[in-house]
């Protein structure tokens, strides 16, 4: 089986950054997709981010290009978001996702994903 474990998040001013991570990736992990999705009050879960593999390229929301960055730490088998920038509209309960046999064209679709960790609160003040 398979448990995510998020962790990182807190309460933060805008234009400040925060690095959330999702613990319980395994190295045997084959064909699988992991990713970041976000829930904020009154809204559909939003994709973030996600990787594949194989394969390895990320693929990130346009909302937050160029100021979130997925990454993968096998050491410890931890997935990270370093979130850069923050803003208000990024106020949300974050979520790691594990997938497998994900097509590419899915990584994007939250219903894709099989396991989900706890969530992690990101508050975002101005």
């Known amino acids: 089986q398979v448990h995510l474990v998020e962790s990182g998040g807190g309460l933060v001013q805008a234009g400040e950054s925060l690095r959330i991570s999702c613990a319980g990736f395994?190295?045997?992990?084959?064909?699988?997709?992991m990713g970041w999705f976000r829930q904020a009050p009154g809204k559909d879960r939003e994709f973030i981010a996600a990787?594949?593999?194989?394969?390895?390229?990320?693929l990130y929301a346009d909302s937050v290009k160029g100021r979130f960055t997925m990454s993968r730490e096998s050491a410890d088998n931890t997935v990270y978001l370093q979130m850069n920038n923050l803003k208000p509209e990024d106020t949300a309960v974050y979520y790691c996702?594990?997938?497998?046999?994900?097509?590419?064209?899915?990584?994007?679709?939250?219903?894709?994903?099989?396991?989900w960790g706890q969530g992690t609160q990101v508050t975002v003040s101005s």
């Open positions: 996702a594990a997938g497998f046999g994900l097509i590419s064209s899915s990584l994007s679709t939250a219903s894709q994903y099989g396991y």
């Open positions: 395994e190295r045997t992990f084959r064909n699988y997709a």
């Open positions: 990787f594949k593999w194989p394969g390895g390229n990320i």
